[in-house]
């Protein structure tokens, strides 16, 4: 968005929602949520003592300051990144959906190895989302209405693909 690539339709502001706690499930495994940020899920005794590659993952992949900012949801749904995305010359399905991807043919050494597709080889940015997948995690989400989805994190992040939105998020 900053660099007029991307203008979305909508934007939805969730941090009045009560999602920034950690809490134990019944299952023995814990509940994130959305709006923990990353330094506060690295240091929780819990993490630490139950998920120490979560916690490795978390504290490898920013800076202290971004650590502070950036929240477990935030974290789980950036885009997969690649140059030709910012490249408005390039083809680029996540850009223009349908136009192609350029680093099937291109410069691609800092894309995706595991998890690509005939869309797109770009790699998801998140390090959480990688330990996430490791350890099985599962992102649960909750429609206004209250039903809640519980989606397993490789399906939640899965390959890249041409994403499509619909009206009701």
């Known amino acids: 968005m900053k660099l007029q690539i991307e203008a979305p339709a909508q934007l939805v502001d969730i ?96 894309n995706a190895v595991l998890g690509v597709s005939d869309d797109c080889i770009a790699a998801h940015p998140s390090d959480m989302a990688v330990a996430m997948t490791t350890l099985d995690a599962r992102v649960e989400t909750i429609t206004p209405e209250g039903s809640a989805r519980t989606i397993p994190i490789d399906s939640f992040t899965g390959p890249p693909t041409i994403r499509r939105i619909s009206k009701r998020c």
């Open 15 to 110: 941090t009045r929602l009560p999602l920034n706690g950690i809490e134990e499930t019944a299952e023995g495994g814990l509940r994130i949520g959305a709006l923990v940020t990353n330094s506060a899920a690295a240091i929780d005794m819990r993490v630490r003592r139950r998920y120490p590659l979560l916690a490795q993952a978390i504290l490898a992949g920013a800076s202290t300051q971004l650590r502070n900012k950036a929240t477990t949801g935030g974290n789980l749904l950036q885009r997969t990144r690649c140059a030709y995305f910012y490249e408005a010359t390039k083809p680029c399905n996540k850009r223009v959906p349908g136009s192609g991807c350029a680093a099937l043919e291109g410069i691609n050494r800092m």
